[in-house]
């Protein structure tokens, strides 16, 4: 009986809480994508972004681009092509997908912190 309490409440809580996930783009995703990744994916003169890619809104961010499939799977890190291509950008920039690409010489990779934040946003209920 307690039990079955505590997941009513909880279930109840979360669905209160639930996160704008918006506002939280706006907030704390876009500043980072915005120094790092718009460069490159976004439509300019007629092009299409960079992997057909566009990281300056979060309805394109979630689709993704062409190849990578979705950019967030929310509340799954390892289906989120955003996620991914970041982290190896600070755990392995040789790997083709990692992200910013190696081979850009004044590339800005996430910080830690800020692989965590992308994580947080993406875990976020
Ligand atoms: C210097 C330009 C450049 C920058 C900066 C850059 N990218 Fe890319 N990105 C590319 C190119 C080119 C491709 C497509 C070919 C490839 O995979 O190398 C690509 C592909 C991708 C893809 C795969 C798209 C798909 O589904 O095919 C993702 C996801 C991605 N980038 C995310 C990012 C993120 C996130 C950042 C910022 C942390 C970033 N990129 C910064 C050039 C860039």
């Given at each position: 009986?307690?039990?079955?309490?505590?997941?009513?409440?909880?279930?109840?809580s979360?669905a209160?809480?639930?996160?704008?996930?918006?506002?939280?783009?706006?907030?704390d995703?876009?500043?980072?994508?915005?120094?790092?990744?718009?460069?490159?994916?976004q439509?300019?003169?007629?092009?299409?972004?960079?992997?057909?890619?566009d990281?300056?809104?979060?309805?394109?961010?979630?689709?993704g681009g062409k190849?990578?499939g979705?950019?967030?799977?929310?509340?799954d890190?390892?289906?989120?092509?955003?996620?991914k291509?970041?982290?190896?950008g600070?755990?392995?920039?040789?790997?083709d997908?990692?992200?910013p690409?190696?081979k850009?010489?004044?590339?800005?990779?996430?910080?830690?912190?800020?692989l965590?934040k992308l994580?947080?946003?993406?875990e976020?209920?």
């Amino acid at each position: 009986m307690r039990i079955l309490a505590l997941v009513s409440l909880l279930t109840a809580s979360s669905a209160f809480a639930a996160v704008d996930h918006d506002a939280a783009f706006k907030a704390d995703i876009a500043p980072i994508l915005q120094k790092s990744c718009v460069g490159c994916h976004q439509a300019k003169e007629g092009k299409k972004p960079k992997g057909g890619f566009d990281a300056t809104s979060l309805a394109n961010v979630v689709k993704g681009g062409k190849e990578a499939g979705a950019g967030i799977t929310w509340g799954d890190i390892s289906k989120s092509s955003l996620y991914k291509s970041c982290e190896l950008g600070i755990s392995n920039p040789d790997d083709d997908a990692a992200m910013p690409p190696k081979k850009k010489k004044d590339r800005v990779a996430l910080t830690k912190e800020q692989l965590a934040k992308l994580k947080a946003f993406i875990e976020a209920k």
